[in-house]
């Protein structure tokens, strides 16, 4: 059975701080999602790697990819109270031979307090 | 791109009821996939479809849930009957092949009195 792992599942900081979110993975997949979602809403693409070794940015987001060691994190720089909201990781099950679709893990709750 | 269109969007009802959630796919997707969210259990793929066609309904709880997707632009989750433990939110979710993006719908809040 495919596990996602989130660490923290929650964490409050200051704005202006540096943090990161750590998902580790049970299986071979090289395709990682993160998605962050925020109270009574949906959930919103952030970035999808594809790869190991890929990293991605949008504005103060950053993501990697390590697929040997099934890790991928999610950093945040110089957080702003914007950012605060939940944020998933999820794993797609494919590569596990099994059923299509995405596994994910129970989330980051992220609080960013002035 | 209207992205995935949900509806409704908030179904309250009793307990024993049929509930129907509807859904309609990004043009173009050819695999869709239903999700519930709870506190307890976060987010549990339910079912999917490649091509209309059901491929794993394994996540499905019971047999009081059964989904279909009569053609590539709808899809229909169906609970009856209806208990309180069934109140989440559902998701809907379609993909692209060509690029592995999943696109979620606003999803439908159900509460089971």
């Known amino acids: 059975e495919l596990k996602v792992e989130q660490n923290p599942l929650f964490l409050s900081m200051q704005e202006g701080k540096n943090y990161t979110i750590y998902c580790n993975y049970s299986t071979t997949s090289d395709r990682l999602y993160w998605y962050r979602q925020d109270p009574g809403k949906s959930l919103e693409s952030l970035f999808v790697?594809?790869?190991?070794?890929a990293v991605k940015q949008e504005g103060r987001l950053m993501a990697s990819l390590d697929t040997k060691a099934r890790l991928s994190t999610l950093h945040i720089t110089a957080a702003v109270h914007d950012l605060s909201a939940t944020y998933f990781c999820a794993v797609d099950n494919e590569e596990e031979g099994g059923a299509d679709g995405l596994t994910f893990g129970k989330g980051t709750h992220l609080i960013i307090q002035p | 791109d209207a992205g995935v269109i949900q509806s409704p969007r908030h179904e309250v009802t009793e307990m024993g009821q049929e509930v129907t959630l509807r859904c309609k796919p990004i043009?173009?997707?050819?695999?869709l996939f239903w999700y519930r969210q709870t506190m307890m259990r976060g987010l549990e793929l339910l079912i999917y479809f490649n091509n209309n066609v059901p491929i794993d309904d394994s996540g499905m709880p019971e047999d009081r849930f059964s989904a279909k997707m009569p053609n590539a632009s709808f899809s229909t989750l169906k609970i009856q009957p209806s208990e309180p433990r069934d109140s989440a939110v559902y998701f809907c979710?379609?993909?692209?092949?060509?690029?592995?993006?999943?696109?979620f719908g606003s999803g439908t809040r159900l509460t089971v009195v």
């Open positions: 979710a379609s993909r692209s092949r060509e690029n592995y993006g999943y696109t």
């Open positions: 790697l594809l790869s190991n070794g």
């Open positions: 043009s173009g997707h050819n695999s």
